[in-house]
């Protein structure tokens, strides 16, 4: 079964702190992605990697970095965080191919920033 | 339907009635459109896709519908139960050398028992 896990579900930091969201995925999928999702406006894409230490800006990258070392591993950092911020962050990854329109999610991480 | 804002649209079914979901898309050079459903607590999960020459897919209990004239997309839902409750939302891929994909903001959907 295929598996996208999040090192969080829920986390609490402060405001200016910096923060670190990790993924993994166990499908060998080279590519991967980082979400916000907002109520009522859908999901919105960050940043995402086609490859090893390859990244591309999403649609808001402000305020986000991101770091990819293992195929498998696709961290989201927060240099200084703001309470805008605050929101349910979703990783995702896809093949390579035919198919790699098909994304397979992780469960989130509900971030609040106080 | 979608809608862009704060508010999630809902509907609401009663067990074993059909559902209806509607999804209005943006780009009208979207090649493939998928439709995924978030449970509580849960990441999105596909549920099924359509390509953009087709205008109808069928799968276990599920039928997309697409009608590219409008740019309109339907899930329907045959004899929902409660376990279909959850967020659906639709998904519009372009292929622009790569695949952008564009998610709309989702419906609620509740069942009652």
């Known amino acids: 079964d295929v598996k996208v896990t999040q090192s969080s579900r829920y986390l609490v930091k402060r405001t200016g702190e910096k923060v670190f969201l990790e993924c993994v995925q166990d499908?060998?999928?080279?590519?991967m992605f980082w979400y916000r999702q907002d109520p009522g406006l859908g999901l919105r894409l960050i940043y995402f990697s086609y490859d090893v230490k390859m990244k591309e800006k999403g649609d808001i990258p402000e305020g986000y970095s991101v770091s990819r070392e293992k195929k498998e591993r696709f961290s989201l950092i927060l240099e200084s965080a703001s309470t805008n911020q605050t929101s349910m962050y979703l990783c995702?990854?896809?093949?390579?191919?035919?198919?790699?329109?098909?994304?397979?999610f992780g469960p989130g991480t509900r971030l609040t920033v106080t | 339907g979608e809608s862009v804002g704060l508010h999630l649209p809902t509907l609401s079914v009663q067990e074993g009635d059909n559902s209806i979901i509607n999804c209005a898309y943006s780009n009208s050079a979207s090649d493939y459109f998928i439709w995924y459903k978030q449970e509580s607590g849960k990441g999105p999960q596909f549920i099924i896709d359509?390509?953009?020459?087709?205008d109808k897919r069928q799968g276990q209990r599920v039928t997309v519908l697409l009608n590219k004239t409008v740019k309109h997309l339907s899930l329907q839902i045959a004899a929902t139960q409660p376990g279909d409750s959850a967020v659906y939302f639709c998904?519009?891929?372009?292929?622009?050398?790569?695949?952008?994909?564009?998610f709309g903001a989702g419906t609620r959907l509740f069942v009652k028992a």
């Open positions: 995702a990854s896809s093949s390579r191919g035919g198919r790699s329109y098909e994304q397979y």
């Open positions: 499908m060998d999928h080279e590519n």
């Open positions: 359509i390509r953009s020459n087709m």
């Open positions: 998904a519009e891929i372009l292929n622009t050398g790569g695949f952008k994909t564009i």
